[in-house]
RNA sequence: GGGCGCUUAGCUCAGGGGGAGAGCGCUUCCUUGACGCGGAAGAGGUCCGGGGUUCAAAUCCCCGAGCGCCCACCA
């Protein structure tokens, strides 16, 4: 075995040989009960970020461990072709070559994208495995695969059919960067200073007149209204009434109406229906017309009159500008309020009246709440319910269509003749009215509809295959809590409806990746870290261990490389530790499973009963997905009971030749591989290859050991070892340094394997006494009733020893005084449970019991 | 306007009614044949503040402060 571990030669083979042998690939018989994983699919134009890690690292964990535990398991993998995100990144790739999307033409354009994805889809799968993830490769899915396309299809026209999609002309969020509709959840809303514009409208018939107010003045154009609530006494006489608008001189009548707030600036507010949602319900109810102002680009357009051709926010200037040169402004003032970006590309989206398709989402709501609500689909940490209750409840319905080239175009066709709208799977050769002249929309579908569908469309649904079968509904799903609405939501919503069967049993949210000084990771502020380049120098294994160890549940973790670093050193110590065992014990004799000593001696009893242990906890951990408890609880069994003890204790024992603790030297330390596997799964494999070499560790069995029972003592042996190497410390003696010290036992209880220990971890020999030790001036190490005695005589300074002594005996008598006063509170022994009483006497008395032992000592020092 | 989260060691963070923890940093010692990417022994904390419940509160409840996030038709 090589001497030193260098993680990237570790990690560079292991993978090809994983997928080569199928290790991923789970047979759905007799593997095993099913368990499947869904990945949430990552842009296939893009590359592996930080939250990518963690999320698929997290996956990686559960899907491994449950491999090993016997389950068929599946972890399908896949892309998304991410409609908009794709379309700007080629757009933008055609552009620098001189080539225009319009210029080249929407088949052309297609054409393009499915190249790009040609070159560049790979990429991010690439780094998956470089990752060393778990995914079966050979049911890897894209979300315009022909298969999903069908799936798609059927779903629309389905939902069609039942009158839960349909066409309209509404106001929706309008980019006019990318020149599409988009929906409201990818709308972000940012607080922003601006103006809010006081403007007076003068009365058409007569002076006076009202005044409105507005963030967006450019709007007035469109303006067809003005509303004031039908209780506000201040404007009982105007309603009915009309103004003229300023610069536009149309004239527009005063409503009254109840969605308008009173006590918000002087109560009347313009009406634009064209260009904002609580005007347009406001216009409805009224009759008025929207107007609108605003092309495609965002530019005014030719009802703005002379404004026509200025972007929306040179109007804006311009605008207020000529109401304020005819006199109309009343006064400007600062205002905060939200502006909605478009969470794509940035740019400050409008609302826009247009024709759009929409799925009528109320229907679907209740039986996804109910789903959670009844527990049927679990929320861990279980307060992500409340995010997804509250913003189930408060949906309005999902813009899907956008008016994009790239993704799944709407599969409606209109008759030229006579207007017929046609929804259906197929394209239809002719419409019911004879006509052969059908156009099919234009439009392509929101990129979260096909996701939407993943856990199901993605094993082959519609169709009903046998991996359908088998792993629907899923077992997990994983994602951050940024999605829950995009996605999460509308994958119950959908799954309840198509497959009547959840879509999954347990949602894992976890928190967002930060920067180190906790800000969010962005591209723009420069702060991202890139999860190969930190692989690169520490190994994918560092980064998946420092994930799992910060991934508290549900909880934003800045990253840190030195936690990267810290994970890289575990590596190292496992790595030695198997070094270590391989010295003793031949290269291949461990057993792939089992194997533990029937007749035990004491330190590994000891290591045996912790093992035990560890693995109970850890399995509870994992099955509750607290990943970080789980691996800090793994890293200290692993560092600070296995390796800085129970090592070291056997390393006396095999110097006399001691077989049977090299068989549990090998067998802990195998088990410790498997119980990491999931984390680090290529330093284990590597480790397993050399200590095991039997099959993979991939595909080995979870560990099992068998409950026993460690040696009563071994707490007193570890007080009387850490208690002499504290004695050394304390009085500046080197390790080298040779101790008289005496036992003391009057129980019996210090076996003859303490010898070795002594020897071997404090680098004493000790004398067994038949009784303490009188005269000479000794110091003392108590445990219990077992007591070690240290000559004092030509080692040190007795005054030294003193003052140690009278530390702690303060220090005793400190915890010994708050033992004591608890036991001496009757409320406390009579409501306390009667272990708690219990332990505390216990404690009480092995104070006082040392306490005495200590002052006897002090004594004897005088 | 509504909701959620956080505040614990110098730093970054776990924990969650009865012994205050980890990593990194810090101090002292150690060239023992697994590992100095290591070992041993330590120092360091009014668990944000104030009330309450309880025999017992860092932990549960209420109020407050600071920070962060999400949602909302904030003209």
Redesign the pocket.
């Known amino acids: 075995m090589e001497a ?2 260098d993680p990237q030669r570790v990690e560079s083979e292991w993978y090809s040989r994983w997928e080569a042998a199928g290790v991923f690939a789970p047979e759905i018989n007799p593997d095993g009960e099913p368990f499947c994983i869904v990945i949430p699919p990552p842009n296939v134009t893009g590359s592996l970020h930080m939250g990518h890690a963690l999320d698929l690292s997290i996956q990686d964990v559960i899907i491994r461990r449950k491999r090993m535990q016997g389950y068929a398991a599946l972890w399908l993998p896949g892309t998304d072709h991410a409609g908009i995100a794709t379309q700007i990144v080629v757009e933008r790739e055609l552009a620098e070559e001189g080539v225009d999307r319009e210029e080249l033409g929407r088949e052309q354009f297609i054409e393009q994208v499915w190249a790009w994805k040609a070159k560049f889809g790979g990429r991010i799968t690439e780094q998956m495995r470089r990752l060393g993830f778990s995914t079966d490769w050979s049911r890897e899915r894209f979300t315009m695969d022909e298969g999903l396309s069908e799936a798609v299809k059927k779903v629309f026209v389905d939902l069609y059919d039942a009158d839960l999609i349909y066409r309209g002309n509404r106001i929706i969020n309008w980019c006019p960067r990318d020149r599409t509709a988009i929906s ?2 990818e709308v ?2 940012e ?1 922003e200073t601006g103006e ?1 514009v006081h403007i007076l409208y003068p009365f058409t018939d007569g002076p006076g007149g009202i005044e ?5 003045v450019e709007s007035m154009l469109g303006d067809t209204g003005v509303a004031v609530h039908p209780d506000d006494e201040r404007y009982s006489g105007v309603v009915g009434r009309s103004v003229t608008l300023p610069l536009v001189g149309r004239e527009v009548p005063i409503v009254a109406d109840d ?4 006590d ?2 002087t ?4 009406v634009t229906p064209g260009h904002d ?2 005007d347009f319900e406001i216009g409805q109810r009224h009759g008025l017309e929207a107007i609108l102002i605003l092309d495609e680009g965002g530019a005014i357009n030719e009802n703005g009159g002379s404004f026509a051709g200025l972007d929306r926010m040179d109007a804006r200037t311009a605008v207020k500008a000529a109401l304020q040169a005819e006199g109309a402004v009343v006064r400007v003032e600062e205002h ?3 502006v909605g970006h478009c969470q794509r590309c940035d740019t400050i989206v409008e609302p826009y009246l247009s024709d759009q398709w929409f799925v009528r989402v109320g229907p679907l709501v209740g039986p996804a709440i109910e789903a959670v609500r009844s527990g049927d689909i679990r929320f861990s940490p279980q ?1 992500w319910e ?2 997804y209750f ?2 189930m409840e ?1 949906l309005r319905d999902w813009t899907i269509s956008r008016q994009i080239w790239w993704g799944h175009r709407i599969p409606a066709w209109y008759c030229d003749e006579c207007g017929e709208t046609i929804v259906a799977v197929a394209a239809p050769r002719r419409c019911q009215c004879g006509s052969t002249s059908l156009r099919q929309d234009e439009d392509v579908l929101d990129t979260w509809f096909s996701s939407g569908l993943f856990p199901f469309s993605a094993l082959g649904w519609p169709e009903d295959t046998d991996d359908y079968r088998a792993f629907y509904p899923n077992s997990v799903l994983v994602t951050g809590y940024d999605i829950i ?1 995009f996605w999460v939501a509308r994958m119950i919503k959908l799954g309840l409806y198509f497959t009547g069967a959840k879509p999954f049993a347990d949602v894992v949210i976890h928190g967002m990746l930060r920067a180190e000084d ?1 800000r969010k990771m962005s591209k723009s502020v420069g702060n991202t870290v890139d999860p190969l380049v930190v692989v690169e120098e520490h190994g994918a294994d560092a980064l998946r261990l420092a994930l799992m160890q ?1 991934a ?2 549900g ?1 934003d973790i ?1 990253f ?1 490389e ?2 990267v670093e ?1 994970a ?2 575990f590596g ?2 496992l790595w ?2 198997v ?2 065992g391989l ?1 003793h014990i031949a290269p291949g004799s461990v057993p792939a499973d089992g194997g533990y000593p029937e007749r035990p001696g004491p330190e590994e009893a000891w290591i045996l009963s912790r093992l035990y242990d560890t693995v109970g906890r850890v399995d509870e951990l994992l099955d509750e997905f607290r990943f ?2 789980a691996y ?1 609880l793994l890293y ?1 069994f692993a ?1 600070s009971e296995m ?2 003890w129970f ?2 204790m056997s390393k006396a024992p095999l ?1 006399r030749g001691d077989t049977s603790i090299g068989e549990t030297v090998g067998v802990v330390l195998r088990d410790v591989l498997k119980l990491f596997h999931p984390a680090i799964p290529y330093v284990t494999e590597e480790l397993w290859s050399e200590l095991v070499g039997d099959g993979y560790i991939a595909s080995t069995s979870w560990p099992r050991p068998p409950k026993t029972d460690g040696p009563a003592d071994f707490e007193s042996l570890r007080t009387l070892i ?1 208690g002499i ?2 004695f050394r ?2 009085h ?1 003696l ?2 080298r340094r040779e101790l008289e010290v005496g036992l003391y036992d009057p129980d019996g209880a210090a076996a003859e394997w303490w010898n070795d220990q002594f020897e071997s971890l404090a680098a004493v020999a000790p004398v067994p006494l038949s009784e303490p030790p009188s005269g000479a001036p000794h110091a003392r190490v108590v445990a219990g009733q077992v007591q070690a005695f240290i000559s004092l005589e030509g080692v040190v300074d007795v005054d030294a020893e003193r003052e140690r002594l009278a530390r702690a005996i303060a220090e005793l008598e400190a915890s010994l005084a708050q033992s004591d006063k608890k036991l001496g ?1 009757p ?2 022994v009579e ?3 009667r272990d ?1 009483v219990a332990k ?1 006497e216990e404690k009480a008395d092995a104070s006082r019991a040392r306490l005495e032992k200590l002052e006897a000592q002090l004594a004897e020092l005088r």
Do not use: C, M
Not at 212 to 216: E, I, L, M, P
Not at 259 to 262: E, F, G, H, I, N
């Open positions: 030193a571990y409201d959840v972000i809303h607080d809010l409105v107010a507005t963030t967006r969605a308008v707030d009173s918000f600036g109560g009347a507010v313009k949602l609580l905060l309020y939200s307060r409340k995010t509250h913003w408060n609405s906790g910060a508290s549940p909880q800045p840190s030195e936690w810290a890289r050193r190292n110590k030695n530790a070094r270590f010295r970080s408890d800090g200290n560092w390796f800085d090592l070291e110097r850490v190497r504290r410390a304390e500046g080197s390790p509170n409320q406390f409501k306390a449970p708690v505390e």
